[in-house]
C-alpha cells in the first residue's frame, strides 16, 4: 500500500493559526488521535459487512478566509473528517473533471452508525420481508436526515404525527431522528391553496408545467393521510438574503428546509429573483422511534449506511432526479409511450439515485445486495414496481357507477367467495393474506360481511384427544371472535375506506418481534393449546368450529353441507369417536366489510370487493358438484404450519384455490404477476404466521427481465 501523504495543516481552520506553533502541532496530534481512533470504533464494530469507502475532492486554496460563513465552517469540518478517515485508510482521493469547482468541497464517506443532521441514509437490501409487503419504499431509497433529537437515547415527544399515524410497540409517541425521503416520485404537483390555506394537489398529466412536482417524503403525514399533508420544500439558495434566511431551516452546508406556503410567497414576493425551479416539494416525512436506527443499522441487520457527503453532491443528484423525471413526464405526453412504460422510467430515475450514492462511496450494486439471493432480490424489486404503479404513479380511472354488478343476492351464509388471480395491485400490496384465498361466508346483514378465510393454517394445533392428531388452527382473518361476536371490534378500529384494523394495531408489540395473530406458548416448535372447560355460550370460545358430517347436525351454513357447531360440543364429539378429524376444521379470527352509505361505490361489505373493486369472486357450482367438498378435501391435507411444511401448505392451498373452477389460459404478463403474487403469499405467511421474517426464503424465478422493470 502507497504511504500515506500528510496532513496540510496550513487548510484546516483559520482560528488554529493564532496558536503557537509547538502547541498548535500538539493539539492536531489529538485531533488527529482522537478521530480516527473513534471512526476505528464506529468502521470495525459496526461496517463489518461494507467496508468504508470515500470520494474526496478538496478545496485547492492554501488557506480559509476568516470571514467564511457559518455553512462553510460546517462544510469545512465535514470535509476535514472526510480528509482523516480517507488517510487513516489509505484511500484514494478521487478527482472527477465533472466534479471540480473552485469554491466546492467534494466529499462521501461512511459513518454507520454515526447520524447526524444532514446524513444520507442509502437502504441496503433486507432479509426483512417486512419491507416487501408492507413497506416497499424503502427498498433502494435514500433518506436525508432533515431532525435529530437532542437526545437520541431517550427521543422527543411527537408533536406533529397524530396517534392513529403511530405503530403499537415501545417508546411509541417519541422520535429519535426524521427525514425525507429523496427519491420516490409522484405525478401529482402543488395546486391553490384550500379555505383553509393548505396546498391542494393535482396530476401532471393535466397540466403543463411541473415546477412544483411533489415526491413522497415519507410514509407520516403523507398524500394518503387523513390529518392532512405535511408539505416541504428543500433549496439550496443563498442565505445571504435575509428574505431566505428568515424563512429557512439549515440541514448541511447550503442546503435548507422551507415549509410550502413560505416557498411560494417568496416567489410571489421577488419573481425576477425566485421561481419554483428553486425548490424541491415533498410530501409527508420518515422517523424513527429511540433505538430503531440503531437496530437497523446494527450486525444483525445491516439495513442502513449512514454517509457524510458534502452539501453541492448531495443537490446535484437532486437536481439530476428531477431533471431525469421532466424527461420521464415529456415521453408520458408522447402518443408513443404508455403509462405502464412510464412507471418503470420513473422507478429507474429514483434507482439510479440509489445506484449514485453508492457509487460516491465506491461500492458496487452487487456488493451491496450480495447477501439477497437474485430470486428474493427480484421479488423485493417487482414489489416495488407495484407500488409504484399503485401509489406514486396512480393513474387508474375510477369505476363508473353505471357498469357496477349487483352481487347481493348471492352473498349469503355458506357462500363460498375466492380472490382473482392474479390479483388487484391494492391486494397485493396491502392484504396478502387474500392472495389465492378460499372465503366463506358465515354471516350477512344489513351492517356487515362476515367470513373466514380457509385455506391457512396457523403455526398452532387444537389437541382435543390423546389418540389422533392435533388439529391445525387456521387463520380465518384479522378479528377475533370475541370482539366481533361482542361488537367491541368497532371501538378498536374506524374501518375507512372498508379496510379493517391488523391485530397487530390492536395489541402492543415490540418492533422487533413479530407478533402472531393470537398469542400463544410454543412446545416443541408447534403451537399447542390444550382446551379447558367453555360455558355452552357460544360467545365465550375464542375460536370458531366448522364441519362436515351431516348426521352430527347444528347450524348449517346456508345449503353448503358445512355446519358450525358448538366447541363444548365438538370437542366432546371427537373425544367420543362420533366426529373424525378430517371432518372439522378450527380458525381464530374472521374477516368482517362493514356496510355503510359512504364506503366505497357500493356501501362497502364484501359486495364492493367483488363488484366495485373486483378482488373477488363468487364461486358457483352445480347441486351435485359442490366445490367446498373438493376444496374441503385438499385442505384436510395441510399440516401444522412450521418452516418445513410452509411450501407445502402454500401450494395446498393454491390448489384448493383452483379446485373450485378451471383456470383459464394466462398470458405472459399475467403468469409473471401470478408467481409475484403467491411469492407475497408465501412471505405474508412467514412473517404473519410462522413469524420468520428474517429467515425465510422467498426466490422469484422468471423467464422476463426483472432488471429492465426497476
Known amino acids: 500500500m502507497a504511504p500515506k501523504s500528510k496532513i496540510n495543516h496550513q487548510s484546516i481552520n483559520n482560528v488554529a493559526y493564532t496558536l503557537h506553533r509547538p502547541l498548535y502541532s500538539c493539539l492536531m496530534q489529538y485531533i488527529v488521535v482522537a478521530f480516527i481512533a473513534l471512526n476505528?470504533?464506529?468502521?470495525?464494530?459496526?461496517?463489518?459487512?461494507?467496508?468504508?469507502?470515500?470520494?474526496?475532492?478538496?478545496?485547492?486554496?492554501?488557506?480559509?478566509?476568516?470571514?467564511?460563513?457559518?455553512?462553510?465552517?460546517?462544510?469545512?469540518?465535514?470535509?476535514?473528517?472526510?480528509?482523516?478517515?480517507?488517510?487513516?485508510?489509505?484511500?484514494?482521493?478521487?478527482?472527477?473533471?465533472?466534479?471540480?469547482?473552485?469554491?466546492?468541497?467534494?466529499?462521501?464517506?461512511?459513518?454507520?452508525?454515526?447520524?447526524?443532521?444532514?446524513?444520507?441514509?442509502?437502504?441496503?437490501?433486507?432479509?426483512d420481508l417486512c419491507q416487501a409487503l408492507d413497506q416497499q419504499y424503502w427498498h433502494r431509497s435514500i433518506v436525508l436526515i432533515t431532525q435529530v433529537s437532542e437526545n437520541v437515547v431517550t427521543g422527543s415527544v411527537e408533536e406533529v404525527v397524530p396517534d392513529d399515524q403511530l405503530a403499537q410497540g415501545e417508546k411509541r409517541g417519541r422520535w429519535s431522528y426524521r427525514g425525507l425521503l429523496m427519491n420516490?416520485?409522484?405525478?401529482?404537483?402543488?395546486?391553490?391553496?384550500?379555505?383553509?390555506?393548505?396546498?391542494?394537489?393535482?396530476?401532471?398529466?393535466?397540466?403543463?408545467?411541473?415546477?412544483?412536482?411533489?415526491?413522497?417524503?415519507?410514509?407520516?403525514?403523507?398524500?394518503?393521510?387523513?390529518?392532512?399533508?405535511?408539505?416541504?420544500?428543500?433549496?439550496?439558495?443563498?442565505?445571504?438574503?435575509?428574505?431566505?434566511?428568515?424563512?429557512?431551516?439549515?440541514?448541511?452546508?447550503?442546503?435548507?428546509?422551507?415549509?410550502?406556503?413560505?416557498?411560494?410567497?417568496?416567489?410571489?414576493?421577488?419573481?425576477?429573483?425566485?421561481?419554483?425551479?428553486?425548490?424541491?416539494?415533498?410530501?409527508?416525512?420518515?422517523?424513527?422511534?429511540?433505538?430503531?436506527?440503531?437496530?437497523?443499522?446494527?450486525?444483525?441487520?445491516?439495513?442502513?449506511?449512514?454517509?457524510?457527503?458534502?452539501?453541492?453532491s448531495i443537490w446535484d443528484q437532486l437536481q439530476i432526479h428531477r431533471n431525469e423525471l421532466t424527461d420521464v413526464e415529456r415521453k408520458d405526453n408522447s402518443e408513443s409511450q404508455n403509462i405502464r412504460t412510464n412507471n418503470d422510467d420513473a422507478l429507474g430515475v429514483g434507482t439510479k439515485m440509489w445506484r449514485n450514492y453508492l457509487a460516491l462511496i465506491d461500492m458496487s450494486e452487487s456488493q451491496a445486495t450480495e447477501r439477497i439471493p437474485s430470486g428474493q432480490l427480484h421479488f423485493y424489486d417487482l414489489m416495488l414496481k407495484v407500488w409504484t404503479e399503485e401509489y406514486a404513479m396512480n393513474t387508474k380511472p375510477a369505476h363508473p357507477l353505471s357498469n357496477i354488478d349487483d352481487s347481493s343476492s348471492r352473498i349469503k351464509p355458506g357462500a363460498l367467495v375466492r380472490a382473482k388471480s392474479p390479483p388487484?395491485?391494492?391486494?397485493?400490496?396491502?392484504?396478502?393474506?387474500?392472495i389465492r384465498s378460499l372465503i366463506l361466508v358465515i354471516q350477512d346483514d344489513a351492517e356487515s360481511t362476515v367470513g373466514i378465510i380457509l385455506n391457512h393454517p396457523m403455526s398452532a394445533a387444537v389437541e382435543c384427544t390423546d389418540d389422533e392428531s392435533a388439529l391445525p388452527l387456521r387463520y380465518g382473518g384479522p378479528i377475533d371472535v370475541v370482539s366481533w361476536r361482542d361488537g367491541s371490534y368497532?371501538?378498536?378500529?374506524?374501518?375507512?375506506?372498508?379496510?379493517?384494523?391488523?391485530?397487530?394495531?390492536?395489541?402492543?408489540?415490540?418492533?422487533?418481534?413479530y407478533e402472531g395473530i393470537l398469542d400463544y406458548d410454543y412446545e416443541n416448535d408447534v403451537l399447542m393449546s390444550d382446551y379447558e372447560s367453555y360455558n355452552d355460550d357460544d360467545d365465550d370460545s375464542s375460536f370458531i368450529w366448522i364441519h362436515r358430517d351431516s348426521e352430527l347436525g347444528g347450524t348449517q351454513l346456508g345449503d353448503s353441507d358445512?355446519?358450525?357447531?358448538?366447541?363444548?360440543?365438538?370437542?366432546?364429539?371427537?373425544?367420543?369417536?362420533?366426529?373424525?378429524?378430517?371432518?372439522?376444521?378450527?380458525?381464530?379470527?374472521?374477516?368482517?366489510?362493514?356496510?355503510?352509505?359512504?364506503?366505497?361505490?357500493?356501501?362497502?361489505?364484501?359486495r364492493e370487493q367483488i363488484d366495485a373493486l373486483g378482488s373477488f369472486e363468487i364461486v358457483h357450482g352445480m347441486p351435485y358438484n359442490k366445490p367446498i367438498m373438493s376444496v374441503w378435501d385438499v385442505l384436510s391435507e395441510q399440516h401444522i404450519l412450521t418452516d418445513t411444511v410452509l411450501d407445502m401448505n402454500i401450494n395446498l392451498a393454491i390448489e384448493a384455490w383452483g379446485a373450485c373452477s378451471s383456470l383459464q389460459a394466462q398470458t405472459s404478463e399475467n403468469h409473471s404477476r401470478t408467481m409475484l403474487s403467491d411469492a407475497a403469499l408465501k412471505a405474508w405467511a412467514a412473517i404473519n404466521l410462522l413469524e420468520e421474517p428474517l429467515d425465510t426464503l422467498i426466490i422469484i424465478n422468471d423467464d422476463h427481465n426483472v432488471d429492465n422493470m426497476i
Not at 424 to 434: I, M, V
Open 424 to 434: 388487484t395491485s391494492d391486494l397485493l400490496l396491502y392484504d396478502a393474506e387474500f
Open 490 to 513: 368497532r371501538d378498536a378500529s374506524s374501518h375507512a375506506d372498508n379496510d379493517f384494523e391488523d391485530y397487530d394495531d390492536m395489541i402492543e408489540t415490540d418492533d422487533e418481534v
Open 184 to 312: 420516490r416520485c409522484t405525478n401529482l404537483m402543488l395546486g391553490e391553496v384550500d379555505d383553509d390555506g393548505n396546498p391542494t394537489t393535482t396530476s401532471l398529466i393535466t397540466e403543463a408545467s411541473n415546477e412544483w412536482r411533489i415526491q413522497m417524503g415519507g410514509d407520516l403525514l403523507g398524500l394518503d393521510s387523513a390529518s392532512g399533508t405535511d408539505f416541504v420544500c428543500l433549496h439550496n439558495l443563498s442565505t445571504a438574503d435575509p428574505n431566505v434566511a428568515a424563512i429557512s431551516k439549515k440541514l448541511v452546508g447550503s442546503i435548507c428546509q422551507v415549509s410550502t406556503t413560505d416557498a411560494r410567497q417568496l416567489c410571489i414576493n421577488y419573481p425576477e429573483r425566485y421561481n419554483a425551479s428553486d425548490f424541491l416539494t415533498y410530501a409527508g416525512l420518515c422517523a424513527w422511534r429511540p433505538g430503531q436506527l440503531e437496530r437497523e443499522m446494527g450486525d444483525e441487520r445491516n439495513e442502513w449506511l449512514s454517509l457524510s457527503v458534502d452539501s453541492q
Open 562 to 606: 358445512l355446519w358450525l357447531i358448538n366447541e363444548d360440543d365438538a370437542i366432546h364429539a371427537l373425544q367420543s369417536g362420533l366426529l373424525h378429524s378430517e371432518d372439522v376444521m378450527v380458525f381464530a379470527g374472521v374477516c368482517i366489510w362493514e356496510k355503510r352509505e359512504d364506503l366505497g361505490v357500493c356501501g362497502g361489505g364484501l
Open 40 to 127: 476505528q470504533c464506529l468502521y470495525t464494530t459496526h461496517v463489518s459487512a461494507f467496508a468504508p469507502r470515500l470520494r474526496l475532492g478538496l478545496l485547492r486554496k492554501s488557506h480559509i478566509h476568516s470571514n467564511i460563513n457559518d455553512d462553510d465552517k460546517e462544510e469545512e469540518w465535514r470535509a476535514f473528517r472526510a480528509k482523516l478517515v480517507q488517510q487513516h485508510y489509505g484511500l484514494p482521493t478521487i478527482e472527477k473533471s465533472d466534479r471540480k469547482t473552485s469554491n466546492s468541497l467534494r466529499y462521501a464517506h461512511v459513518t454507520t452508525p454515526l447520524v447526524e443532521l444532514g446524513s444520507i441514509l442509502v437502504s441496503i437490501p433486507t432479509r
